[in-house]
Nanobody, 125 residues
Framework: DVQLVESGGGSVQAGGSLRLSCAFS????????LGWFRQVLGTEREGVATISSSGLTTNYADSVKGRFTISRDNAKSTLYLQMNSLKPGDTAVYYC???????????????????WGQGTQVTVS
């Protein structure tokens, strides 16, 4: 059974930083590509960043390039999103996602992820 649990959301002033974490429980953790998505109520979910199953390849939305960094710690089965220089436009519920793809496989932002966390609110004012 695959479970993802996000943490680290909260409220921050513009220009500040937050780090989101996603604890991931499943066998063959390194065979999953992972991603972060966000959604504002009433709008479509937006892909923020993805990371390959090996952790060597990352993809970012243009809106967050240079400000956000996605990473994974395979020893801890945890996914991270370091968010710097936050803007009010980054306010959303952030979700982590996972999909079983095999070793050393890449997922683009448009990939259909199968497993999702419950979300964590990020508010930038």
């Amino acid at each position: 059974d695959v479970q993802l649990v996000e943490s680290g959301g909260g409220s921050v002033q513009a220009g500040g930083s937050l780090r989101l974490s996603c604890a991931f429980s499943a066998s063959s953790y390194t065979h999953y590509c992972l991603g972060w998505f966000r959604q504002v109520l009433g709008t479509e979910r937006e892909g923020v960043a993805t990371i390959s199953s090996s952790g060597l390849t990352t993809n970012y939305a243009d809106s967050v390039k240079g400000r956000f960094t996605i990473s994974r710690d395979n020893a801890k089965s945890t996914l991270y999103l370091q968010m710097n220089s936050l803007k009010p436009g980054d306010t959303a519920v952030y979700y982590c996602a996972a999909d079983l793809v095999g070793p050393s496989r890449t997922c683009e932002l448009g990939h259909e992820f199968r497993y999702w966390g419950q979300g964590t609110q990020v508010t930038v004012s």
